[in-house]
């Protein structure tokens, strides 16, 4: 069920645009964003109420990166993966995150506290390798670093 | 030198609040264009003062407004997009504009969207850009307090409503019919033109989408005029450039020079040459989906005829530097791996001809390629080439990928001959899963 508040917010939504249906992605963020991911339930009751079948709204939800339709941790970590940071040696990071946190690519950690995933150029590549966590920023990046960065995150 | 557009952003200090940016000529393009100028006059101007676009396909931003249809009998409502999706690897130089100087973009719109007669106005920002959400959303407040926006702006008659669009990924996002359906709650797949979203765009209606850096340079043009937006560029092409240097230079960064500097002075000059140790062996000019250019290419002007004669495009105008102890294959391959990622999926030949050439470069790097490999990725830059997908991003991918055959082939042979990567130790690529 959409909340109150989710249903105040995806109005405002599809009062700006012509039909119900353009406010589609602006209503998935905004379940998102209450409940971390979008669920098969939260699918449907965002197909219902922006009047779209839910496959229709699966082929959008399934196709933006970060809308995510799996569960995923209280903290989303995305390595940029592009040319800059591959030249600047990502690769050490990754790893590194890899390893302390023992999970790769699209898994989550077992306290539920991080899911790492790739993410294509950051837009901060003289700055490289550089990452995001939640909606944080980190450039210049060594590993030495990241034991620091982790903990600021529970 | 005269550096319009980056004149009052200081990085790591807050961008200028709207009546900080009055005090320093803020606004005054839109107070003359809409007291002084008819939209024919303003599209005339910038169409005279060739200003190219500078999201990197640098048409020529007046010619590309004359296309929208005016007057009573045109379709309404028309709107104006800021396309600040700025998803390009190797792009990082509309960031700073967003981030340091939004009032400017602001001011931008404004006239863009007076110019084609726009009633609505939306800046399609990328999600990863969060501190330029904020300073957007508090400019646009401001912009509308101040009656910039809203109705009636300045008592002129002339309405404009504008909103903040944030992303939710996708490369594909940036391609300008792509980026219309995003914003109408659509699989960004591309559309097919004609209809060009100037005649049909947005909802259907005439829609202009112009890239942010092209964007901020009208209120300088408006102000200054067509002979003195020329005269800052070096060659032909008008007007200041934000060049971008990344890779394993000294100082890396993005600065505002004259269009036409040398790629040599933006490299040796402003990036502070190659850092210790390592050897320049190639640059991709502007972002991922450009031919690389070497030695001989370092004299060029970097502006659109002297780098598309030299084989390349400027693109974005960030360039990627390869040095000598990066792998070209491993390069080729981490640019391939983001363009089949990045793929819609919509055509067939970009769609199943990218993750082939991926999975080629792959076993190439790996020591696992055959000389035939090579034959069949010459026959990719062809096959996916322009003219044979629905949209320009499998062409933008052939390109690093033709001009790495063609300068580096050595490496690629050596690869395959020596079945493994001759740089392995420095830098092994692991598929990213």
Redesign the interface.
Known sequence: MLTTEEKHQIDHEISLVPSPKNACIEALKIVQQSHGWVSDESLRDVADYVGMSTAELDSVATFYNLIFRRPVGRHVILVCDSISCYVMGYEDIRNQLFEKLNIKYGQTTEDGRFTILPNCCLGTCDCAPALMIDNDLYRNLTVEQLDEILTKYT | MEKPLTQHIVPGRKPLSLKEYEKVGGYQSVRKVLKEMTPQEVQTLVKDSNLRGRGGAGFNTGLKWSFVPMGPDAATPKYLVANAD???????K??LLLEGNPQQLIEGMIVAAYAIQASISYVFL?????VAAQEITQAIHEAYAAGYLGKNILGSGFDLEM?LHT?????MCGEETALLN?L?????NPRAKPPFPQVSGL?GKPTIVNNVETLCNLPHIINNGAEWFKKLGLTEDAGTKLY?????VKT???WELPMGTTIREILEEHAGGMQDGYLFRGL?PGG?STDFLVEEHLDLPMDYPSIQAAGSRMGTG?M????DQ?CPV??TL??Q??FA??S?GFCTPCREGLPWVEKILLAIDKGEGKPEHLLTLDFHTKYLGPGNTFCALAPGAMEPLQSALKYFREDFERHIHEHHCPWSKS????P??
């Open positions: 700025e998803m390009e690897p190797g792009t990082f509309d960031r990328r999600w990863a850009y969060k909103h992303g939710v990924g996708r490369y995003a109408e709650g659509k699989r960004a909802f971008g240097v990344s890779g394993r890396p960064g993005c991709l991922a960030t990627i530097i390869l040095d990066t491993g390069f981490n640019l791996h983001f990622q990045e819609c830098k092994a690529w692991q990213s899963i």
